[in-house]
């Protein structure tokens, strides 16, 4: 006589969370950025060396210090965050529209991981990524500049938060996105415009008033804010404020793409 437990067709047979298959999922997104990591990791700490170097050139010798600080100095935290969070989009963003054009998104959607399950293991991918980037462009000012954070612990708080809550976007545009040129929309008119508008080479108090209070709405601002304060420990805003901000933004976007992978849109016909 059988002993075994018998289960209705569809019912999850490990708990609450299925641990095996959430870590391969982590294991998968994670190895996809290492495996090239010249272009995923070296590329953006090349290009962030361009920025400062370039900016230091044409700017530094004649801006003088801003918020107290030598100009090369402050805009290297919005440097660090503008990187991390484009690399965190990139991350979840494009592993998705591959998934999708090359038809093989089923190879994740057919294993018994629910939607919470999708949205943590495409978010630590994301993360990772934004992690390493983050080490990689500190070590290299160090060596450079000399320059070390002032709060170490905060600039890893906002650099989790800022991978996190870009790795949601990423999802969401990737979910959207059907065809690359409609990725590519997306970072050029939204991605990229939210990063390089939020204070990453100016204070926003030189901003005309309806610039600065639109600014605020900017939750990339918290996080270049933050992470500025973190390294260098002066910013706009305080950091518990843009703390709070990007946590809810996160928690929301989150939230948004745990809904569109619950219902299969724009993933089954």
């Known amino acids: 006589m059988d002993s075994q437990p018998r289960h209705e067709p569809g019912a999850r047979r490990f708990g609450a969370v299925n641990w095996l298959g959430l870590a ?3 294991r998968r997104e994670t190895q996809r950025f290492l ?3 010249t272009q995923t990791l070296l590329a953006p700490l090349v290009t962030a060396g361009l920025f400062l170097v370039i900016f230091t050139i044409a700017i530094g010798p004649s801006r003088g210090e801003v918020m107290g600080v030598p100009f090369t100095r402050f805009i290297a935290p919005g440097i660090l965050m503008m990187t991390v969070i484009q690399n965190a989009f990139a991350n979840t963003s494009s592993s998705i529209v591959i998934s999708k054009v090359q038809g093989n998104i089923v190879d994740t959607l057919m294993p018994p991981l629910a939607p919470f399950e999708l949205v943590i293991g495409y978010l630590a991918g994301g993360v990772a990524r934004g992690l390493v980037v983050a080490c ?7 060596a450079t ?10 600039v890893l708080g906002f650099v989790l938060l800022g991978g996190a809550f ?3 976007v990423g999802i969401v545009a990737g979910l959207f996105a059907n065809k690359f040129d409609q990725m590519a929309a997306i970072t050029n008119f939204i991605v990229t415009p939210l990063a390089f508008l939020s204070g990453t080479f100016y204070s926003v108090e030189a901003l005309p008033r309806g610039l600065y209070e639109i600014t605020h709405f900017n939750p990339v601002f918290y996080l270049i804010d933050g992470a500025r304060y973190g390294v260098l ?6 950091p518990l404020l843009g703390a709070a901000v ?6 929301l976007v989150s939230l ?3 809904g569109l992978f619950r219902t299969g849109w724009r993933l089954k016909a």
């Open 233 to 238: 420990g002066v910013s706009d805003a305080s």
């Open 256 to 258: 948004m793409a745990w």
């Open 136 to 142: 990689a462009i500190l070590a290299g000012l160090w």
């Open 166 to 168: 870009l790795s949601a």
């Open 246 to 251: 990007a946590i809810f933004a996160t928690l």
């Open 35 to 37: 495996a090239v990591w």
């Open 145 to 154: 500049t000399g320059l070390v954070p002032a709060h170490p612990l905060i």
């Open 24 to 26: 391969t999922l982590c």
